[in-house]
């Protein structure tokens, strides 16, 4: 399964879309935090964990997925989010604490959640998991179509939330997906020194559900074993796991000093940057051209500064409501 | 007042400091948690050890919570004394059941043959906008508990000495530090947190609260962060002639209810400051400590300064409007006096 110049094109943009709204957003986390770096200050406060360079996971795998189709994702959720079709206006509002956020200020940056799209998060690790999978089975009881797709990191793998998903949705044979971002690192633990197999998909066997890893960051890999896995469970022949390779540029989160990368490793790794990669290879097989590719950056930059400029100019949230939408 | 010879550590560092004294004397201790090897932990509080007690004594585990704490208990009840970290309170949820089911019953269960003496140390606390899944308190929900001891320091020189205390104690103790006071720079530290702490080795006895400030008119009973929102609190107080008392709890289990109720008798007034949640929690079970014992002490009703029964916020308006404060107090005073 290939990619149309469509979606080709589509994935492109909405890569650097994603790349965009976290390179703003990662100066403006910095303004007020300077030359004191406080988490409490600034107009973006809080834990920040950008996903740069993860963006392929995120188009590959959305790229076939629709409105009414489920994902949840992570404490790292931009791009995913993006991907997703959340409202950029609103999520960049709810980073920034504004009473126009997604959740009127009182999710933030790891707590993403848009019933329009139905997307969620869980800054809790693996926690994603189990929700997935009872989304997918709500659709299976009720009739209704749509895939359940849940993003996590290659160290979530290593939680038990993680086996008794993957266990009840193969037993019960549902429309679910594990992708799993494996971007070699869970804070400062290498994926070497925190889990047994070299890689995840194996771990598929072990409830029967078929696995692959793809490697290389790759756009068109990871399109084309989501595109599997999608139809698979479209068609009702139930769940799969999915590893990616991928690689996270930033830190941890931002303010983390990286003191456990081996030396070399981030160059390494800017060096393998997938934005210009990919632009690359849509120039040289001819789906796209430079005029075309700078529309598409064109349009990503405008989408972002509107972003930006809706969430700088709306209000705070008032103060004492932060004691409402508690219960429904 | 600044000794000749003082010996500033923030709580961190004390932390770090009682582990290494412990296991170069104890072989049986170790370490384990998520990032607290090559990272020396996410809040600093192991900073060091990997270097001079190599990987097989400290140890980097998986994001495995019910896997490592429940091998802690295992490895506790056959001799040896593991100190493990839960990174946030707010993770409990996946790993309750080694915690409170095995870790704090497992004694009584086998009638006292098994000994449980491990250390878990999680870190508490919100006010820096890392919303609801990383800014909890927690404090009454561990307590509440049975088969556990739970210290709170609010300083350094407690932090290390009971960080002894609970490595050489033959019960398992939750050691919860809040994220505020450990001296980490990106958190914004409480600088009354970092104090002399000797370098030889000591203990703090649980158990025991102690009386941070004396005063006549108000005593003001709190915990970790909320000890120093009470100072300043106090501070601002006696400005306009009150004269508050300043309780420290530093144990919630076992709770010393004979230091609250002294002060109380003498101040008449109570006002209890806890960043965990409102209901069911400590500032209930402080006040119900004096008025199930004597009631006639008090001379208005006792007033809490709490989190209320909400999820945190992550917006700063919000989480501050949510969070205890020293003004806070200095109103809670306010509409006790006017009751
Ligand atoms: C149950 C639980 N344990 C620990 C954490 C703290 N924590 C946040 S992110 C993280 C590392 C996650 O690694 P991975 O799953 O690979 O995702 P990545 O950060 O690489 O995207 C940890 C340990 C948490 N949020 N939840
Ligand atoms: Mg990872």
């Not at chain 1, 084309?224 to 830190?251: C, H, Q």
């Not at chain 1, 290879?281 to 950056?297: I, N, P, V, Y």
């Not at chain 2, 002639?241 to 420290?248: A, K, L, N």
Request: charged share 25%; hydrophobic share 40%; aromatic share 8%.
């Amino acid at each position: 399964m290939t990619p149309s110049k469509e979606q080709l094109h589509w994935m492109y943009e909405t890569m650097v879309t994603s790349r965009r709204f976290e390179e703003t957003i990662e100066k403006i986390y910095l303004e007020g935090k300077q030359p004191v770096f406080n988490m409490a200050s600034g107009p973006i406060p809080g834990e920040m964990h950008l996903s740069n360079g993860q963006e392929p996971v995120a188009v590959g795998v959305c790229a076939h997925l629709e409105k009414g189709d489920i994902v949840t994702a992570t404490h790292r959720p931009h791009h995913e989010a993006i991907a997703k079709g959340v409202d950029l206006n609103r999520m960049a509002a709810e980073i920034f604490g504004r009473a126009t956020g997604l959740s009127g200020g009182r999710g933030g940056h790891m707590h993403l959640f848009d019933p329009e799209v139905n997307f969620a998060c869980a800054g809790i690790i693996a926690q994603g998991m189990g929700p997935a999978v009872g989304a997918a089975l709500s659709r299976k009881m009720q009739g209704k179509p749509g895939v359940a797709v849940a993003f996590i990191g290659e160290g979530a793998a290593n939680q038990g939330a993680f086996h008794e998903a993957m266990n009840l949705a193969a037993l019960w044979k549902l429309p679910f997906i594990c992708v799993i971002e494996d971007n070699s690192w869970g804070i400062s633990v290498a994926k070497k020194d925190s889990t047994a197999v070299a890689r995840n998909d194996v771990r598929g066997a072990a409830y029967g559900v078929p696995g692959v890893y793809v490697e290389g960051n790759d756009p068109w890999k990871i399109f084309e074993a989501a595109g599997d896995a999608v139809a698979r469970a479209r068609a009702g022949e139930g769940p799969s796991l999915i590893e990616v390779e991928t690689y996270r540029l930033a830190g941890h989160f931002m303010g983390d000093a990286e003191g456990y990368r081996p030396k070399g490793e981030k160059e390494a790794l800017f060096a393998r940057d997938p934005i210009p990669a990919m632009r690359k290879r849509l120039l040289d097989e001819g789906a796209a051209d430079e005029a075309k590719l700078k529309e598409l950056e064109a349009r990503a930059e405008d989408r972002v500064s509107a972003a930006i400029d809706f969430a700088r100019s709306s209000a705070a949230p008032a103060p004492e409501d932060a004691l409402t939408e508690i219960f429904a | 007042m600044t000794q000749s010879n003082e010996r500033k550590l923030t709580i961190a560092r004390a932390m770090a400091e009682a582990i290494a004294q412990e296991m170069r004397t104890d072989p049986g201790v170790f370490v384990m948690g998520e990032d607290i090897a090559t990272l020396g932990g996410v809040f600093g509080n192991t900073r060091g050890l990997v270097e001079e007690f190599g990987r097989e004594r400290i140890r980097d585990t998986p994001i495995s919570e019910t896997g490592f704490i429940g091998a802690a208990v295992g490895a506790a009840q056959d001799g040896m004394r593991p100190v493990v970290e839960l990174m946030f309170a707010d993770f409990f949820g996946v790993c309750f059941d080694a915690i409170y089911n095995l870790m704090a019953k497992n004694t009584y269960f086998s009638g006292g043959k098994f000994k449980v003496p491990m250390v878990l140390m999680t870190s508490t606390g919100g006010g820096y906008s890392d919303a609801g899944q990383h800014s909890q308190c927690l404090y009454g929900t561990f307590a509440h508990l049975p088969g556990m001891k739970v210290v709170t320091p609010s300083n350094a020189y407690d932090a290390k000495g009971m960080m002894t205390a609970a490595i050489r104690d033959d019960s398992p103790v939750v050691y919860m530090f809040h994220k505020s006071l450990q001296g980490m720079g990106w958190l914004g530290t409480e600088q009354g947190a970092s104090v002399h702490t000797p370098e030889e080795d000591y203990t703090v006895e649980f158990g025991k609260a102690k009386v941070v400030r004396e005063g006549r008119d108000v005593t003001i009973v709190s915990l970790a962060m909320g000890v120093h929102h009470a100072l300043k609190a106090a501070a601002e107080l006696e400005k306009s002639g009150v004269s508050p008392e300043v309780v420290d709890l530093r144990t919630l289990v076992p709770l010393d209810r004979d230091t609250i109720r002294a002060s109380v008798a003498k101040t008449g007034r109570l006002i209890v400051v806890d960043e965990d949640y409102h209901s069911f929690g400590v500032s209930g079970e402080v006040i119900a400590s004096v008025v199930e014992h004597d009631i006639s002490v008090l001379k208005a009703a006792p007033q809490r300064v709490t989190a209320p029964d909400a999820p945190i916020p992550y917006a700063r308006e919000m989480e501050q409007f949510f969070l205890p404060s020293p003004a806070k107090i200095v109103d809670a005073w306010g509409r006790m006096k006017a009751a």
